[in-house]
């Protein structure tokens, strides 16, 4: 059984707005929960066994996430949901905060798309072994703090857009493509490092960076012999 999108979801906000997914539940379907904004916790029934694209991106209150006993495909760590694998890290909630940087399992080669979307999270710590950064994976969140290990192979689309990230960033070799808006509005980073693999660039990939420095400057180094095609 399928669930393309939820009907019950109302838009009114509240604080103990739980959302329960039926047992029997196999898939969530692409954006299925995109209407639950004000959601506070979501409940996963032990019938799940797969995600959709996005599934969770909108949840923008959501506080915690559960996995019923007996599901063989899921689980939540320190309060994210990851597979059993430990290989896919799915969704952190959004209003999650951890005074310390938030390091993702060491196993990690993939962050789902939108999995860090909106999140309160100003730190995150990425493992050597990452492999994909998915579609927006912090796309309009508080990220501050993080540096892209030189495992990673694939930068998704807006997948670092809009975030509060600072300072420095270096995209490793191997990375091939930058997607559309991938390092956007990105107001208060100062430099940003592209490797020599680099072959092709989307549109505003770095639109509007550097607005918030002191100096108004954003400094772009890119190693690429061959210009990327645009």
Known sequence: TVLACNPDIDHQDSDDKVLTIPEGIKRLGDCALQSAYFVKKLELPASLTELGYEVFNGMYKSEEITVAAGNTAFEVIDGVLYNKDKT??????????????????PTV?????????QSKLKAVKLPEGLQIIGDHAFDNSYLEETS???TVKKIGIRAFMAT???????????VTELPEGAFAYNYSLEELTLPSTLKKLGDDVFSMNGQDTSDQSFTLNCYALTPPAV
């Not at 799915?90 to 399992?105: C, G, V």
């Not at 080669?109 to 979307?117: D, K, L, M, N, Y």
């Not at 509060?164 to 191997?174: D, K, R, W």
């Open 109 to 117: 080669v993939e962050i789902a798309a939108a999995a860090f979307a």
């Open 88 to 105: 896919i890290v799915y969704r952190a909630p959004t209003m999650k905060k951890t005074p310390k940087p938030y390091t993702l399992e």
């Open 164 to 174: 509060g990230l600072e300072g420095s960033i270096t995209v490793p070799e191997g």
């Open 148 to 150: 892209i290990p030189k």
